[in-house]
T-cell receptor, first 116, second 112 residues
Framework: AQKVTQAQTEISVVEKEDVTLDCVYETRDTTYYLFWYKQPPSGELVFLIR??????QNEISGRYSWNFQKSTSSFNFTITASQVVDSAVYFC?????????????FGKGTKLSVKP | DTAVSQTPKYLVTQMGNDKSIKCEQN?????MYWYKQDSKKFLKIMFSYNNKELIINETVPNRFSPKSPDKAHLNLHINSLELGDSAVYFC???????????FGPGTRLTVL
């Protein structure tokens, strides 16, 4: 079975703090993709990153970084020096490569509130 | 320059009615999707449509029927609307199946 678990339902931090959003996934496939999406209060879903299962290199993009560890089936997301504009619901998602018709399997999301 | 657009943004209707939501993408993508986001923010795939092949999620009631007049459009028709259909419906598209999906702004459907 494929599953994505985001154990943190809500996180509240003060601006400039670093925050890590956890994501743990389950899949039997050896080839798969992992994603993060952001859903700000305005409601749209914004793509942040895609990683494939063969690439465990960590990724950094500005204040955002991602840590992919196959050994623990985790794909965690860290925001450094958080800002109020980072307040949103963040979704981690899994896509299996074979026979999945491209279906994204989403976690339940983590609501991040960044207070000034 | 909207990449994936949906109309309408809000839809309020009575139980039992039939309604449609339109989706268009101008990204030249081959694959389009419909997702449902419930009141708890849980997102779930409903359909994917790739190269004229429609993949139906078995848990979706047959009252829901996607229709694709061409590669750039995937509309969602819903018959005999029920209270439980109230949700936000997102359309998305991707270049190929394994690539990142770009989402439309969502359509908030309220069934009274």
């Amino acid at each position: 079975a494929q599953k994505v678990t985001q154990a943190q339902t809500e996180i509240s931090v003060v601006e400039k703090e670093d925050v890590t959003l956890d994501c743990v996934y389950e899949t039997r496939d050896t080839t798969y993709y992992l994603f993060w999406y952001k859903q700000p209060p305005s409601g749209e879903l914004v793509f942040l990153i895609r990683r494939n299962s063969f690439d465990e290199q960590n990724e950094i993009s500005g204040r955002y970084s991602w840590n992919f560890q196959k050994s623990t089936s985790s794909f965690n997301f860290t925001i450094t020096a958080s800002q109020v504009v980072d307040s949103a619901v963040y979704f981690c998602a899994l896509m299996n490569y074979g026979g999945s018709q491209g279906n994204l399997i989403f976690g339940k999301g983590t609501k991040l509130s960044v207070k000034p | 320059d909207t990449a994936v657009s949906q109309t309408p943004k809000y839809l309020v209707t009575q139980m039992g009615n039939d309604k449609s939501i339109k989706c268009e993408q101008n990204l030249g993508h081959d694959t389009m999707y419909w997702y449902k986001q419930d009141s708890k923010k849980f997102l779930k795939i409903m359909f994917s449509y790739n190269n004229k092949e429609l993949i139906i999620n078995e848990t979706v009631p047959n009252r829901f029927s996607p229709k694709s007049p061409d590669k750039a459009h995937l509309n969602l028709h819903i018959n005999s609307l029920e209270l439980g259909d109230s949700a936000v419906y997102f359309c998305a598209s991707s270049h190929v199946l394994a690539h990142e999906q770009f989402f439309g702004p969502g359509t908030r459907l309220t069934v009274l």
